[in-house]
């Protein structure tokens, strides 16, 4: 004997049917989104230029440096990172005082960089309580530095920059150490005045040079004095040598000259011969220009000219 269902049980047969197998989709498709998030939860990405930090019940249970893929119980472990790049920080412009009392306003930054993460998270935590801790340090140590050095010696650079900076940096690092960060550098941007000190600086700075001005225009006109003083005294020396060796030369090339006009001369021939000579050297001389001379019968001149000669 068959069963004979009716339309409305078949109906609700199917209903039913239906119900049951849209369950299992939903419990199924529940089932893949409860794993697919404990996948997602479970992996985790370290990035090239940080640290994976994974705590438990917020303690530290695992640090990550190397860039990749990495794995956590899911929910119960939490990642947070740090970068491993240089960190550069401006500290305030800071008030400190040299050491001859006088104050200056200073600009710094430094750049830093963690080096141990456990140790960082355990002393100091957060990145802006090292900034904290980093004003107070630098601060102190530059302090420390300039208060060592003479505020002209600044204003003039006669410490250079690079001195400084070693200083502030040397003195620095080993109070920062126990944190887990290197302080890389640390560098001062600029020196400054408070406006009350300026001109009182500046006034003395222009005071000190023109001091420095007169000093050095005196002691050129000291050196002036003894370089002419010197060459007058040589110049003198000279001329009188001179005039002495011209004189010396002179009083020679006359005895030369006598000597060999007595040797030229001497017998009688050659001492009329030597009048003769003088006496047409004198007329010669006594006839230049437009002139009349009148000569005696028995002068050597007119003997020449009227040719008894």
């Not at 302080?183 to 000190?197: A, G, H, I, S």
């Not at 090339?253 to 006598?258: A, D, I, K, P, S």
Request: hydrophobic share 40%.
């Amino acid at each position: 004997m068959s069963d004979v269902i009716g339309e409305g049980a078949f109906k609700e047969k199917q209903d039913k049917n239906n119900r049951q197998k849209t369950m299992k989709q939903l419990f199924f498709s529940l089932i893949v989104a409860i794993a697919w998030v404990v996948v997602l939860n479970s992996v985790y990405f370290v990035q090239e230029g940080e640290y994976a930090i994974i705590k438990r019940f917020n303690k530290v249970v695992d640090i990550r440096s190397d860039a990749g893929l990495g794995f956590k119980i899911p929910i119960i472990d939490d990642k947070s990172t740090l970068t491993k790049k240089n960190v550069m920080y401006s500290l305030l412009p800071s008030d400190v005082l040299t050491k001859d009392k006088k104050s200056m306003i200073v600009d710094t930054y430094v750049v830093w960089r963690i080096v141990d993460p456990l140790r960082f998270l355990q002393t100091v935590g957060t990145i802006n309580e090292i900034e904290r801790r980093l004003d107070s340090t630098v601060y102190g140590s530059l302090k420390t530095t300039i208060g060592e050095i003479d505020q002209l010696d600044i204003i003039e650079a006669r410490t250079g920059e690079n001195s400084i900076n070693g200083l502030i940096l040397d003195n620095a690092i080993r109070s920062l150490d126990r944190y887990g960060i290197s302080l890389v550098d640390v560098q001062v941007k600029k020196f400054d005045l408070p406006e009350t000190n300026k001109n009182a600086v500046f006034e003395r700075m222009t005071s000190e040079r023109k001091q420095i001005e007169a000093t050095y225009l005196a002691e050129g006109e000291e050196e002036a004095n003894k370089i002419r003083n010197t060459a007058d005294k040589e110049k003198s020396i000279i001329i009188s040598q001179a005039n002495a060796l011209s004189s010396q030369l002179i009083g020679e090339g006359e005895r030369e000259y006598m000597r060999i006009l007595s040797v030229a001369y001497s017998g009688e021939e050659r001492a009329e011969f030597y009048q003769f000579i003088r006496g047409l050297d004198a007329l010669k001389v006594s006839m230049q220009g437009d002139k009349t001379l009148v000569l005696s019968d028995d002068s050597e001149l007119f003997q020449i000219l009227s040719g008894v000669r």
